[in-house]
């Protein structure tokens, strides 16, 4: 059993009895990359797998448990594998508008937001975080795309501005409604760590260690994530993992935490073959820019925007308890409108979800369709995102 | 009772001409929280390493595939309930089918206990 994978492949390639070394990415020749904490993983008896080209722990007691325990109290994940970049130089605010549809006239100074790196169709090549430093901007970008994304920044960017691969820092997420009263008492700076709001962040020092937090993560849960140096990450995952709210958290359980929470997997759930507003990312263009355009594939999004896509990445709630997985196709009776593109078994609603790009006339919230699994026909329902509330530390809430 | 073990990580024990069928410890372990099975139908016809019954984890669906060539008799009714039986007792109360058994030869094939449990250790 086991080894013909469907989906996913990188969550279960452990099981398979063929060498390990036939998966392994081409782009990869040697192997792995190994995390800053891949000893403190396999310590923590996290088992291993590769994902983006490096190894990393896709569990530690078991995703449900992880998941769970993150959703009340507090998961640490290492999420070292993405690309941490520091974009500086003269003009840079401008280079920058010229490559994301992103407004940084309104960013304040440690304000991070949300953003799309578009082809020149504007098909989504990433998305990103987007802070705003003393002297320039600092950008966390998805591993598995980080190089391509830096190759793509050096073409599209002037010899002006700087592009700093911080590839000497880890970075680490502390995710959960309890991460607050797990991290404050561990942290020093000028301003309190509760003076961070959701989607802001700043300089503190961390078990005396220079750590750059910020109020957001990818659970859909009040969280933080946390830069610091490589050579302080064991150290630094200790002191937090030592608190009594903390646990490892792995893949497996960021996979479905981000499900659950309605937000979208890149490579998955958004590609090249995607538009912003179709995949649900319009707010990623942000106000001025859908006037002033002038972004790579304006021409594109602003239509879709205006004129509304042909589909639409909606959320689905299944009947009984098989999962859809990326791949199965959405019909309407027996005519396919769309094809899920992640989807799994939600543990904290103990039901199967998935989202899926559904044509535009189907999309509407209330509608019953089905999910052909395996010659199964799965009845859902179309359901608003987020599966599981959102509970983000807003500013002006308590 | 002989019980025999697959290098895909099913086991079978036999009566008889007629076996139960499931995934071993190992394999449970390995696979993860378990939220459903798919089982086949009673009267269901399988060929030795066809696809007979899918697991579902938190992680992905896998295939199990049946040992030995025969009919399935019945699946188990209790995992419909409670999939979560092959993570607590996979080698017992989370057996997946029973079947009869069109050609007992086919069992050559297969390895005994100590033969699976080295098979394992070399993982």
Redesign the interface.
Known sequence: MVPQLRAESWLVSDLNDIPADEFEDSDVPAGPLLLPLDAWHRAKGGRMVDFAGYSMPVQYEGIMAEHLWTRTHAGLFDVSHMGQLYISGEGVEAALEAVLPIDLSTLPLGGVRYSLLLDETGGILDDLMVTRWATGFYLVVNGATKWDDIAHLREHLPDAVTINHLDESALLALQGPQVAEALAPLVEGEQPLSALSFMRGAAFKLGGVDAWISRSGYTGEDGFEISIPAESAAAVADLIAAQPQVRPIGLGARDSLRLEAGLPLYGHDMTAEMEPVEAGLAFGINKRRRTEGGFPGAERVIEALMEGPSRRRVGLAIEGRMAAREGAQVLVGETPVGIVTSGGFSPSLERPIAMAYVEAPHSAEGTRLFIDVRGRKLAATIVPMPFVPHRYHRKGAA | MPRYFT????WIEVEGDTATVG?TDY?QS????I??V?LPDAGASVGKGD?AS????????????APVSGTVTEGNGALEEE?ELVNSDAEGAGWLWRMTLSDSGELADLMDENAYKAFVAE?
């Open positions: 290098k895909d990580h099913e995934i394999a390995q696979l993860g929280d939220t459903f798919e696809s899918v697991v579902d984890s938190v992680k992905a669906a896998s295939d199990v595939y999939p993982l």
